[in-house]
T-cell receptor, first 113, second 111 residues
């Protein structure tokens, strides 16, 4: 079964540093999403991306966050100046149609020191 | 009112029991509804989509009541492997493919 692949599986970074989380979507999928889950809390929507632009973003997705699909395959989430509260599991998800089930990658655990 | 609200749980049931989870959503324009399961420290995995007419997949039955803005999941003949957190997921139809997850209901199935 096709998979969404995320790298790295675990990222440890000093506060204030930039991080880039990477996702390789399932090949025929056109809708891309990032979520975060703080330990013990619920999955929170960050952003959706379609046709090479952001479709919708949440209040969490402020100016320190950005997404892009630089080479037509990888889908990346960049956090410009990390804060302690950015420590969480970040999940990428992709879908082949609007508002249809999404397939999740196994996540990147981001630890900010 | 929260956008998506679920029974707080946890539910502790013996093997073979029937268990039901409830979920309500606030946006009446919401169009798509799903149940996912999440094992500890793992990614959410789709359990089933929820259709207006109700749908069944083996031991699992999902129901949608649009008038009451309510979704349910019924698990019959619980197995130990059903132990997980069950997530109610809604697309609120705000125009940009936003997806809202409930906080989840934890299920423990015991032998």
């Amino acid at each position: 079964e096709p998979e969404v692949t995320q790298t790295p599986s675990h990222q440890v970074t000093q506060m204030g540093q930039e991080v880039i989380l990477r996702c390789v979507p399932i090949s025929n999928h056109l809708y891309f999403y990032w979520y975060r889950q703080i330990l013990g809390q619920k999955v929170e929507f960050l952003v959706s991306f379609y046709n090479n632009e952001i479709s919708e973003k949440s209040e969490i997705f402020d100016d320190q966050f950005s997404v892009e699909r630089p080479d037509g395959s990888n889908f990346t989430l960049k956090i410009r100046s990390t804060k302690l509260e950015d420590s969480a599991m970040y999940f990428c998800a992709t879908g082949d149609r609007e508002n249809q089930p999404q397939h999740f990658g196994d996540g990147t655990r981001l630890s900010i020191l | 009112r929260k956008e998506v609200e679920q029974d707080p749980g946890p539910f502790n049931v013996p093997e073979g029991a029937t268990v039901a989870f409830n979920c309500t959503y606030s946006n009446s324009a919401s169009q798509s509804f799903f149940w996912y399961r999440q094992d500890c420290r793992k990614e959410p995995k789709l359990l089933m989509s929820v259709y207006s007419s109700g749908n069944e997949d083996g031991r699992f039955t999902a129901q949608l009541n649009r008038a009451s803005q309510y979704i349910s999941l019924l698990i019959r003949d619980s197995k130990l492997s059903d132990s997980a957190t069950y997530l109610c997921v809604v697309n609120p139809n705000t125009g940009g493919f936003k997806t809202i997850f409930g906080a989840g209901t934890r299920l423990f199935v015991k032998a």
